[in-house]
């Protein structure tokens, strides 16, 4: 039985979830009104699956829950946000073809006897939107035409309109850089002040030792720890979340830079991608840096044909031989491999199985005359299973039963079989645990051992720092400069991650000072 104290906002008692196998078992937890409590453990621990009971979206198999003292079982997503009770999901779940101010008021229409006034949707919207900083965007864009760092913002803002108790934030700077993210922050204080709970949950263990009040670890399904986030630094916090100790320094190995494998030069797209150029030698990590909406992206796309420039080239090898790249089957042919952000809308099949999905880019390698071995797709699948500790039950799993991060790593998975000179990532750790991000760095490291070239697109500096050689900073499409290792701090490059910007406005001002009231 639990006592119920006025402070104490949501209670869970012996939670435990099935599928297969437990996934929860025995979760006891309280929420205290105005708190913020940050929820960490590593890939597959359960973090999603306990948000998705409080949030409506599963059931448990096991006990019971109290919202301000009266027993709490949803029915559905939808009563649970009728209570107050509201979820930023780490998979995206915007509707593409819709605008934005109509994602944002979806459940919610402003309108008059049925009627959905235009006018007040606009308004509306533009008030939610300028809460997360979105100010720039036209609430009538379609959402499908929106960047995903963007589209996280709208599913924030989305979350942060009407009554709420309870926010359950479930990766939710997973795609956004340091200003987004400092706007989330602020929004949750201000949700705090206001009484709201807040469960927070992230593998960038900095943000949680900054926003949190308490810190609660799963691990394998059980909770292994509710305390106070005073009594730990961030070395002993890995330590809790991995259970064992990590460094934060990696041996990118004995590796040898040689010559020019990329060439990129005077890149262009409408304004997203301007007059960009680059090399990246073998044997190099060249990374990208940028806020959101920077082109980072755009450029990916463009090298891999996925969109097409309007002027620029792209060249492989030395001496560099320019090469016709139209779409993302050229790319390939020519060794170009392009790892998406985006596992939901372009990485995954979700309804297939893990290694599907695997021999989704290595068909040559598993079939031939166009029948595909299954046993040499099972023995491929495991081969990455292994390598990235991709938790599951085998290659035969589905893809949409695994953890965010472990779908994640069957995306990289997927690329790393194949042979290719160039290899583009994107995020590649987006929503990955500190323990497997390692595994991945150092993948990472072997993929330039065997002389590839490869470019890594991160919201993450830290990251960048750690395991690139270069590091190039885009700025409202343009690279604004290039960096070299041990040349850089963390304020050089956010200070040229903003200088794009403060040009372009002052132009911009000077252009149209008598439009301005
Ligand atoms: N529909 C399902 N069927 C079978 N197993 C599932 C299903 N959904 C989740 N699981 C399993 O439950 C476990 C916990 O998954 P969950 O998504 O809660 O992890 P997580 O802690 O959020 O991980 P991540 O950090 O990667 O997001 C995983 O092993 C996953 O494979
Ligand atoms: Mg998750």
Same mark, same amino acid.
């Given at each position: 039985?639990?006592? #119920? ?14 599928? &297969? ?5 025995? /979760? ?14 590593? *890939?597959?621990?359960?973090?999603? +699956?306990? #948000? ?6 599963a059931t448990p198999t096991t006990g019971q829950m109290q919202f301000l003292g009266q027993d709490y079982r949803p029915g559905s997503r939808a009563q649970a ?11 995206? @779940? ?21 009627? /959905? ?17 979105? !100010? ?20 924030? &803002?989305?979350?942060? /309109? ?11 700077? &997973? ?87 990329? +060439?990129?030069?005077?890149? #262009? ?27 980072? +992206? ?11 420039? !309007? ?9 560099? $031989? ?16 392009? /790892? ?16 599907? @999905?695997?021999?989704?880019? @290595? ?9 595909? !071995? *299954? ?10 299973? !292994? ?18 991060? @472990? ?42 051992? $065997?002389?590839? &070239? ?20 885009? #700025? ?42």
């Amino acid at each position: 039985m639990s006592v #119920s104290t006025p402070d104490v906002v949501l209670t869970v008692s012996g939670i435990g979830k099935t599928y &297969a196998q437990p996934v929860l078992t025995g /979760i006891d937890l309280t929420l205290r009104r105005g708190e913020v409590l940050a929820l960490t453990g590593e *890939n597959g621990a359960g973090k999603s +699956t306990l #948000s998705k009971i409080i949030g409506g979206l599963a059931t448990p198999t096991t006990g019971q829950m109290q919202f301000l003292g009266q027993d709490y079982r949803p029915g559905s997503r939808a009563q649970a946000e009728g209570m107050g009770i509201r979820m930023v999901m780490q998979e995206l @779940n915007l509707l593409p073809t819709l605008s934005v101010a109509e994602n944002l008021f979806l459940d919610n229409l402003p309108g008059i006897g049925g009627w /959905i006034s235009r006018k007040q949707l606009r308004k509306a919207a533009i008030v939610a939107m300028a809460q997360v900083g979105l !100010d720039s965007i036209d609430p009538d864009t379609l959402v499908g035409e929106l960047g995903i760092g963007h589209q996280q913002m709208v599913e924030i &803002a989305r979350n942060l /309109i009407g009554d709420c108790h309870v926010l359950i934030l479930d990766e939710p700077t &997973a795609m956004l850089t340091t200003r987004e993210v400092e706007m989330l922050f602020e929004q949750i204080t201000r949700l705090q002040v206001r009484g709201v709970s807040i469960i927070y949950i992230s593998h960038r263990l900095e943000e949680l030792a900054r926003v949190a009040q308490r810190i609660a670890v799963l691990r394998d399904g059980h909770l292994v720890r509710v305390e106070p986030m005073a009594n730990y630094n961030s070395e002993q916090l890995v330590t809790l979340m991995v259970g064992r100790e990590l460094v934060e320094h990696i041996d990118m190995g004995a590796r040898e830079i040689g010559a020019p494998a990329l +060439t990129v030069k005077g890149l #262009s797209r409408s304004d997203k991608v301007r007059d960009v150029s680059f090399e990246v030698r073998t044997g190099e990590i060249f990374g990208i840096s940028g806020l959101i909406g920077a082109g980072r +992206t755009e450029l990916l796309r463009l090298i891999f044909g996925a969109d097409l420039a !309007d002027s620029g080239t792209v060249a492989l090898g030395s001496p560099a $031989q320019v090469v016709s790249i139209r779409s993302p089957v050229d790319a390939v042919g020519h060794g170009i491999a392009l /790892i998406t952000e985006d596992r939901k809308g372009e990485g995954l099949l979700l309804t297939q199985s893990i290694s599907a @999905n695997i021999a989704l880019g @290595n068909m040559p390698v598993i079939s031939s005359g166009g029948i595909v !071995d *299954n046993n040499d797709e099972h023995a491929l699948a495991q081969r990455q299973i !292994d390598a990235m500790r991709i938790r599951s039950s085998g290659p035969g799993q589905l893809v949409s039963e695994l953890s965010g991060g @472990n779908q994640q790593k069957v995306v990289i998975g997927r690329w790393l079989e194949r042979d290719c000179s160039v290899l583009l990532f994107d995020e590649p750790t987006r929503g990955i645990d500190v323990g497997a991000k390692f595994d991945i760095y150092n993948l990472l490291g072997e993929l330039t051992r $065997q002389g590839k &070239a490869l470019v890594v697109v991160s919201s993450d500096l830290r990251e960048l720092m750690l395991i690139c050689d270069r590091i190039g900073v885009l #700025s409202a499409g343009r690279l604004i400069e290039t960096f070299e290792r041990d040349s850089w701090t963390q304020d050089d490059l956010l200070a040229a991650a903003f200088a794009g910007y403060q040009k372009h406005d002052a132009l911009l001002n000077e252009a149209a000072p008598r439009d301005l009231p």
